[in-house]
C-alpha cells in the first residue's frame, strides 16, 4: 500500500517523521470528513475504502467530482478552505496530516514535495477524463467508461479486474457521470440484458465480454 500513497518517495528517517504527525482514522460509511467551505487544515491519504468528493450547485443538486479508493490523495487546498466536500462511500481508514506540520516538512524533504505534485497531477489528468465523460459521452458511453476505469484502477492497485467492485449507489454514479438514477440503472439493466455484464453479490459487476466493453466506451 505505502508504494501507492504519499510515504513512497521517503525513506526511513524520513517515514518516522511523518509518523510522528500522522493521525490514523477510522470512519464510517456515509460520514463527512470535511465540508466545501471548511477551514483546510489538514491532509488526508486513503489507506483503505472509497471516499466521494463532491460540489453543491447553488439550486441544490450535487456534482460528484471523484472517488477516491486505497492510495488516493484528498485534501490539497489553494487557499485557507476546501473546494469540495468529501464523505465515505463504505468504511475507510485514512492518515491524516495537520496542514501546517506537514507543510514544514516539506520544507525540509524535497522528495514529498514532489510526490504531491505528482499526485496533484493524477488528480488534474482524472479531472479531465471525467470533463470528456460528461462533456462528449452517450449514457451507455459513460457507464461503460466508468466500469473500465474502476477496473484498470484495481489492477494498478495488485487486485483483481474483474469482477469490478462497485461500492457506489446509482444515485452516486448518476451525479459523477451527469445522469439521472433512472438512467443509470436502465443502462446496466441494458448491459445485462445484452450480456455484457451481469450483476453480482457484494457489490461487484463482472464484464462478461470485455472487448464489448471497450467498443461501447469508444461509441464504437
Do not use: W
Request: net charge neutral; with cysteine; charged share 25%.
Amino acid at each position: 500500500m505505502r508504494s501507492l500513497t504519499v510515504c513512497a518517495a521517503l525513506d526511513p528517517e524520513e517515514l518516522r517523521r511523518l509518523a510522528d504527525i500522522l493521525q490514523t482514522a477510522r470512519v464510517e460509511a456515509g460520514q463527512t470528513l470535511f465540508s466545501e467551505g471548511d477551514a483546510a487544515d489538514a491532509l488526508y491519504n486513503v489507506t483503505a475504502g472509497t471516499v466521494k468528493l463532491y460540489k453543491l450547485l447553488p439550486d441544490g443538486r450535487r456534482q460528484i467530482t471523484g472517488f477516491l479508493v486505497t492510495g488516493d490523495f484528498l485534501g490539497l487546498a489553494v487557499n485557507e478552505s476546501y473546494a469540495y466536500t468529501a464523505e465515505t462511500v463504505t468504511t475507510a481508514t485514512l492518515c491524516r496530516f495537520p496542514r501546517k506540520k506537514i507543510d514544514a516538512l516539506m520544507d525540509e524533504f524535497p522528495k514529498m514535495q514532489r510526490r504531491l505534485f505528482s499526485m496533484a497531477s493524477n488528480e488534474l489528468a482524472a479531472a479531465q477524463d471525467q470533463m470528456l465523460l460528461l462533456g462528449r459521452k452517450t449514457a451507455k458511453e459513460k457507464i461503460c467508461s466508468f466500469l473500465l476505469m474502476l477496473s484498470q484502477r484495481a489492477a494498478r492497485r495488485g487486485h483483481k479486474e474483474n469482477p469490478v467492485y462497485v461500492p457506489m449507489s446509482r444515485a452516486d454514479i448518476a451525479d459523477y457521470l451527469g445522469l439521472t438514477t433512472e438512467t443509470v440503472s436502465r443502462t446496466f439493466t441494458q448491459l445485462k440484458t445484452a450480456g455484457v455484464i451481469s450483476l453480482q453479490e457484494g457489490n461487484k459487476v463482472l464484464i462478461s465480454d470485455m472487448d464489448a466493453i471497450y467498443d461501447m466506451a469508444e461509441g464504437c
